[in-house]
Every structure is written in C-alpha cells, then in structure tokens.
C-alpha cells in the first residue's frame, strides 16, 4: 500500500530561482495539503487542494502557488526563492475533510544558497 | 504568541523511564487534538488523537486534554530507544468548515538511552 510520494528528496536552488515540487497522494485519498517545516520548527501550513481547487491557505505570500491534477496530485510552486524559503516540504493526504486521516510524505528538503 | 507552544527540548531520558511531553495553546476554538512522531529525514506519522477533553490510552501512550487550563499531554511508559524522535503536537480548531488545516506545535526531541 503506497503511502504519500514526494519528489524530489533534495534540491539546492540559487535565490531568485523558481521551484516545483510534487506529491502523489496515499491511494483512495482526494485531499492535499502542503506544510513548510523550518528547522527545530513545527510544521506550517501552506494551502490545501480539494478538487483541484485551493480551498484554504496560510499565512504565506503569492510566490508560493499550487495546483492539483485530476489524479489527486498536487504541484507546489515557489517563485523568486529567499533564503528564508530553505525547508522540508511536507505533502499530506487525507480524505476529505477527515480530522484524524492526514497521512505525511518525507517531504523534500529546499536549500536556497 | 504562538497559537500553540510547546518545548522542543532536548528531552534525555534512560530506557524504561515515563516520559510527560506537554503543550499549551490559546485558542479555545481548539476541539481536535493530536500527537505526531517525527523520525529523522521522515516526515509526521499520527501517533495519537482525542477530541475534546479527557483520556485515551493505546499501549504505553496515554494523551490527555485539560480543556479549561488549555493544556495537552503524551505519557510514554517504559520508553524504548526506539520512541526517540521529535514529538508534535497538533490542533484543529471546531468549525474550521471542513477544512482541517493542523496548527502543530515546535515538537519536543526526545533521546532514550540504553
């Protein structure tokens, strides 16, 4: 039984660039959110995609962009990376609006330099 | 002030000792609680929920809710070298309309020592 993929697991990127990372979600999930994880820090909250549509969203600017695919997957995008955008990505999915069924990728870590 | 706080340790214990891992938070609206492990190069695996107030047992974890002091808790018994990880706690507020977004907290390291 997969569990949620996330690609790619490392990527170094010069500031200015723009980035793409992806997500597949856990099989029969329909839900994806993406959260930012800051070193020492606890997970932040991106956005969510629900229909291929983005239905709720954190406090982050418009550089940070996303899209879900008819499959469920999901895109996120960052543009003009600060070096303040260095993190672990961390995808999760659930189905619907289910408190407890959140199920994490290993995420992949962005480092601006 | 951070919705929720929560000490990130490092938390160093002997095998076989209790562990009390603790978080407060401001938000009354908070109904939904959880408790994720976070290994290295890994991402949160949801160890243990409740709703509202109260109790819940599963093994040797126990989560607690104190709604009315705005405070949560993960008892570890007889812990392993194998519960060392970072732990977060995690919250949703009631109401959020179905859109469930998870206010974690800092996450405490924990280190268990043969």
């Known amino acids: 039984d997969a569990g949620v993929t996330q690609s790619p697991t490392h990527l170094i990127k010069t500031r200015g660039q723009q980035v793409t990372l992806r997500c597949s979600p856990k099989?029969?999930?329909?839900?994806v959110s993406w959260y930012q994880q800051a070193l020492g820090q606890g997970p932040q909250f991106i956005f969510q995609y629900y229909e291929e549509e983005e239905r709720q969203r954190g406090n982050f600017p418009d550089r940070f962009s996303g899209h879900q695919f008819p499959n469920y997957s999901s895109e996120l995008n960052v543009n003009a990376l600060l070096l303040g955008d260095s993190a672990l990505y961390l995808c999760a999915s659930s189905l619907g609006g289910s408190q407890y069924g959140y199920t994490f990728g290993s995420g992949t870590r962005l480092t601006v330099v | 002030q951070k919705e929720v706080e929560q000490d990130p340790g490092p938390l160093s214990v002997p095998e076989g000792a209790i562990v009390s891992l603790n978080c407060t938070y401001s938000n009354s609206a908070f109904q939904y609680f959880m408790w994720y492990r976070q290994y290295s190069r890994k991402g949160p695996e949801l160890l243990m929920y409740t709703y509202s107030s109260g109790n819940k047992e599963d093994g040797r974890f126990t989560a607690q809710v104190d709604k009315s002091s705005k405070y949560i808790s993960l008892f570890i018994r007889d812990s392993q070298p194998s519960d060392s990880a970072t732990y977060l706690c995690a919250m949703i507020p009631m109401f959020s309309g179905g859109y469930n977004k998870l206010i974690f907290g800092a996450g405490t390291r924990l280190a268990v020592h043969p």
């Open positions: 099989s029969g999930h329909d839900t």
